[in-house]
């Protein structure tokens, strides 16, 4: 019979938890390497599943190996009872790499088409890095705005400090080469000069710029990435999308995270003589929504937050119950396991909806997301048995410190029972026995527990009685070893074949 410790170790609950949550960081180090390819280059339902798949193969292994070292599996019947919980877990967890699959299908369906900007802005560097490739970043925009498929306004700023308009807002003419003129001096201040864009789109500077503009952000430098959060936030206010070119040099992880935290792309452009090629590239493309990522959205924005915290939390409970079967412990330990997965589960969903382009760059989301999606309430490990009490078990004693499940509930229902009995309980020696005075005024005799006035036994709690039974090893009357009047072998007076009886 399985055994269980009479109160939860929180040393060994306090184990689970961390080895759990570590398993979450491990994860999202995984999750990271791979998550840009499993959105970008796939499938993205596909991607986000295979996500969700390796997530579940980690936490089967770590959850596997705990219950390895704390199961109970000294007979067949235990041992078929584990696998009969693993079994049921995998299928949760098999359930969740499925469901996640047709959630982010659904959670794709739809909006793209409010993605379609309505005039272009480009913001191109002119900091003193960018010296001699003047001509080229003229002609890139102009082999852009003159390609079949483009019919919408555009403008250009410069920036180095602070962004200058160098073209106002319209439609391409050949008299804007002359225009576009640029000087390479000056630093890299890309999110002041993207503030400056919003301003002068705000205030009605770029006339004819249409409800949803999008910036072309061409930058080989390094910037200050503080502050990305709050220009996300303001570009989603304004229905503007950015999208950024890296040439050869610049920070890319700052310039990736920027496009997505404001529903463009990030495209890497290995030399300048390539810009054209790589803006036609950013101005085709946007980001797609997934579950796990920041979303921009012109419109309907209620609809899809609504959608992915549905989606995630019926994933978490699927998730949560995955968990419970693999700690396979006490009654007790699987409902704490659960609830605490599921309200875990929940405020990991929650978190990652609501500080999405935020001042907490998305990566750090996920990493939340990670660790409160694996971290589980269990026991790490059982008590130590001295060999006493191993002895004791297997002599089908019961262990000092645990209790089988049987024995657990015997107690709580004599407990019930104690609570609700109309007569007070005597204890004697720990032994708690109930009484009847009105059927039964002598049976506890204070010298003894058969007889009111000489009769007991060995059970007695006053050992010490001068008048104890006549089994009573303390009582120097009865027939116990030391009673010199008794018939045992140590009586000199009543022993006829002693050899030490003078009277024999």
Not at 74 to 102: D, P
Request: glycine share 8%; aromatic share 12%; with cysteine.
């Amino acid at each position: 019979m399985k055994k269980k410790m009479k109160k939860s170790s929180g040393k060994g609950v306090s184990k689970h938890l961390i080895l759990t949550a570590l398993t979450g960081v491990i994860f999202w180090l995984i999750g990271e390497l791979a998550f840009t390819f499993l959105t970008e280059k796939i499938w993205t339902p596909l991607g986000i599943s295979v996500y969700f798949l390796v997530f579940a193969v980690l936490m089967f292994i770590i959850l596997f190996i705990i219950l390895a070292v704390k199961a109970d599996v000294s007979t067949k019947e235990k041992k078929r009872n584990i696998k009969e919980a693993c079994t049921l877990g995998i299928i949760a967890m098999a359930a969740v790499v499925a469901f996640s699959c047709l959630f982010e299908f659904l959670y794709e369906l739809g909006g793209r088409d409010y993605y379609e900007p309505t005039s272009y802005i480009f913001l191109v560097d002119d900091s003193g890095s960018m010296d001699g490739t003047e001509d080229l970043r003229v002609q890139a925009i102009k082999d852009v705005m003159t390609s079949d498929n483009v019919d919408e306004p555009y403008a250009v700023y410069r920036f180095a400090y602070d962004a200058e308009l160098i073209k106002p807002m319209g439609k391409y003419d050949d008299s804007d080469v002359q225009l576009m003129s640029f000087e390479s001096m000056g630093g890299t201040e890309i999110l002041t000069s993207i503030k400056t864009i919003v301003k002068d789109f705000s205030d009605g500077k770029l006339a004819g710029a249409g409800v949803s503009p999008k910036i072309l952000l061409v930058s080989d430098g390094h910037s200050s990435s503080f502050g990305t959060g709050s220009v996300a936030r303001l570009c989603k206010k304004n229905l503007i999308s950015v999208s950024t070119i890296g040439i050869d040099g610049c920070n890319e992880s700052f310039l990736k995270k920027l496009a997505d935290s404001t529903g463009g792309v990030f495209v890497r452009c290995e030399d300048v003589s390539q810009l054209a090629e790589s803006l036609e590239q950013a101005k085709g493309f946007n980001t797609d929504r997934n579950l796990l990522s920041t979303r921009f959205v012109y419109k309907n924005d209620a609809l899809y937050a609504f959608l992915r915290i549905i989606f995630l939390c019926m994933l978490g409970v699927a998730w949560s119950i995955g968990k419970m079967y693999f700690c396979h412990d006490s009654n007790k330990i699987l409902k704490k396991s659960l609830l605490f997965s599921i309200i875990c589960c929940v405020a990991a969903v929650l978190i990652l909806e609501f500080f999405a382009g935020s001042f907490i760059d998305i990566e750090y989301l996920r990493l939340i997301f990670c660790v409160l999606w694996a971290i589980t309430y269990g026991e790490f490990g059982s008590a130590k048995k001295g060999s006493a009490a191993k002895y004791a078990e297997t002599k089908g004693m019961p262990v000092p410190g645990f209790v089988s499940d049987a024995e657990d509930e015997q107690k709580k229902l004599q407990s019930e029972k104690e609570k609700n009995d109309p007569f007070k309980s005597l204890v004697f020696d720990g032994t708690t026995k109930e009484t009847n005075p009105a059927s039964d005024p002598f049976s506890y005799n204070p010298l003894g527990n058969s007889s009111a006035v000489s009769g007991g036994n060995s059970g007695s709690s006053f050992v010490q009685n001068p008048l104890g039974g006549q089994n009573s090893s303390s009582s120097q009357i009865g027939n116990g070893a030391g009673n010199p009047f008794g018939n045992n072998a140590g009586n000199i007076f009543t022993d006829n074949s002693s050899t030490n009886n003078p009277f024999g």
